[in-house]
C-alpha cells in the first residue's frame, strides 16, 4: 500500500474515475487526490462522501458521446472504470452497465487524439467455480456462471482486445469480494452490519443465506492502494492482475468475527440453498496474487478483523442507495 505522499507539479496526473461516488470508486478517488493528483469522479447523480479534494461530475458513463465530450473538455491522462452494475440486475441491464458501457468507453479513448490509459475494474468470479484448494491464477480459464460474471468476463475481453489492437495503455485488476467500511446494504457483511447497528437493544434475529462458502476478501483501501500501483506503472501492464488477499476464509467465520466485534447479542438463521447471485456455484475462492506483488509492487496490508471493525463503526451510515458513509483514510504504514 503506498504512503500517502504529495507529488511534484511535473507529475501530477489528471485522473476521471468512472462510479467514482459508489462504493470502491470513492477510495480510488480518495487514494489518487491524497497522493496529490487532480480527480474528477464521475457519476449518474451526485452522492454524499464524496473525498476531500475530489471535483464531481454528473454524467451516465454508457453514453459514448458524453464520454467523448467529457475526455475532450477534462484531458485526463488515466481513466479508472468502477462503474457497471453490481447487485441483482437482470441480464439486460448488467450486459449494458458492464459490456456496452465497456465498449463505448474504449471506442472513445481510442479515438482521443492523445494517450489515456485505463485501469479496468473486473471480478474474480470471472474464472466461475474451481477446485478446492486450487488458487485462481490469470491464467486459469474462465468459465463465468452466473449473468454477473459473464457480463464481466465479457467486459474484460473488451478492454484486453483493446489493449492488443488499438495500442490503449492499462490493466485489468480482477478483485476478488470487497469488503470495508461503508459497505454497501446490498452485500452479505452490509446486510448483518447494518441490522446489528439498528437494534432495538433485545438483540438482532439475522436471516441470511448460506454460510458454508469459503471467499478471499479484500479491504476496499487495499484495492485503491492496487489501483494506485496499476496507474504508476510505466509501461502499462497490458493484463489482468489478480487482486486480494490469496488466502480463502469461511464465510460463516466472516459474520461471526463481525458480530463478536459488533458486541451485539445475534440469532443467525440460515437459508441453507440460498447463494448470492453474482457468486452461485462458487463454494471456494482463492486468489493468487504473485502477479499482484511482482508486477505492481502491491501487497494487502489492512487485517481482516480491522477491516471487519472499521466496517462496523461506519454501520447505518451510509444513504440506502448503497454509498459509503464518512471517509476512512487509507493505512499510513
Request: hydrophobic residues 45%.
Amino acid at each position: 500500500m503506498h504512503d500517502k505522499t504529495e507529488v511534484r507539479a511535473s507529475d501530477q496526473r489528471r485522473v476521471l474515475v468512472l462510479g467514482g461516488t459508489g462504493f470502491i470508486g470513492t477510495y480510488v478517488c480518495a487514494a489518487f487526490a491524497e497522493a496529490g493528483h487532480d480527480v474528477l469522479a464521475v457519476a449518474r447523480r451526485a452522492a454524499a462522501g464524496v473525498a476531500p479534494g475530489v471535483r464531481f461530475a454528473t454524467l451516465d458513463a454508457a453514453d459514448g458521446a458524453a464520454v467523448t465530450g467529457l475526455l475532450r473538455v477534462e484531458r485526463p491522462d488515466l481513466v479508472v472504470n468502477a462503474a457497471g452494475a453490481v447487485w441483482d440486475h437482470d441480464e439486460r441491464k448488467v450486459l449494458f452497465s458492464n459490456v456496452t458501457l465497456v465498449q463505448r468507453l474504449v471506442a472513445a479513448l481510442a479515438a482521443h487524439p492523445r494517450p489515456i490509459s485505463l485501469v479496468h475494474l473486473g471480478s474474480s468470479t470471472e474464472y466461475g467455480p474451481q477446485p478446492r484448494g486450487v488458487p485462481l491464477r490469470e491464467d486459469t480459464p474462465a468459465r463465468p456462471v452466473s449473468q454477473y460474471a459473464r457480463g464481466k468476463l465479457k467486459a474484460t475481453e473488451v478492454v484486453l482486445r483493446a489493449f492488443e489492437e488499438s495500442g490503449l495503455g492499462g490493466s485489468v485488476l480482477r478483485l476478488c469480494q470487497v469488503i470495508g467500511p461503508g459497505q454497501p446494504a446490498q452485500s452479505l457483511l452490509g446486510q448483518v452490519a447494518d441490522a446489528l447497528a439498528t437494534r432495538d437493544g433485545r438483540g438482532v434475529e439475522l436471516t441470511l443465506g448460506s454460510l458454508r462458502d469459503e471467499r478471499d476478501v479484500v479491504d476496499v483501501r487495499d484495492v485503491a492502494g492496487a489501483v494506485l500501483a496499476a496507474a504508476e506503472m510505466a509501461p502499462a501492464p497490458r493484463r489482468v492482475v489478480n487482486i486480494g488477499r490469496g488466502t480463502a476464509l469461511s464465510v460463516r467465520d466472516l459474520v461471526e468475527r463481525l458480530i463478536a466485534i459488533a458486541g451485539v447479542p445475534a440469532t443467525v438463521h440460515e437459508l441453507e440453498h440460498s447463494r448470492a447471485t453474482r457468486s452461485a456455484g462458487i463454494a471456494w475462492e482463492q486468489t493468487d496474487v504473485t502477479a499482484a506483488r511482482d508486477i505492481l509492487g502491491w501487497t494487502p496490508r489492512w487485517p481482516v478483523d480491522e477491516t471487519l471493525g472499521d466496517l462496523w463503526r461506519t454501520a447505518g451510515t451510509r444513504p440506502s442507495s448503497g454509498h459509503r458513509g464518512a471517509f476512512q483514510p487509507l493505512p499510513q504504514h
